[in-house]
């Protein structure tokens, strides 16, 4: 399930992703989702991070891999996109 950043203090998202309960973020304009740890990622506003359990999850959600922290999954995303 996505869960928004700006319902989430600051507090209960260091739990939840101590507890394995949020693993991805994304962004929900540009429907790009990535690790924690990326540096794109970071750079995204509050009010536009979503947050995600399972990578599976992202993409049932209709996001994309990001091509910087997930680039093997990015490149099978890119190679599966009708032209």
């Keep these: 399930m996505m869960?928004?950043?700006?319902?989430?203090?600051?507090?209960?998202v260091r739990?939840?992703?101590?507890n394995k309960e949020i693993?991805?973020?994304?962004n929900k304009?540009?429907?790009?989702f990535g690790r924690l740890n990326c540096k794109s990622g970071k750079r995204?506003?509050?009010?536009?991070?979503?947050f995600f359990k399972t990578a599976y999850e992202a993409k049932k959600s209709g996001f994309r891999p990001c091509g910087h922290c997930?680039?093997?999954?990015?490149k099978l995303w890119i190679c599966s996109v009708p032209k």
């Design 15 to 18: 739990i939840q992703i101590k």
């Design 70 to 74: 997930l680039k093997e999954k990015y």
């Design 44 to 50: 995204m506003l509050r009010k536009n991070r979503v």
């Design 3 to 12: 869960k928004m950043h700006d319902e989430i203090s600051a507090a209960g």
């Design 23 to 26: 693993c991805f973020a994304g």
């Design 29 to 32: 304009k540009l429907k790009i």
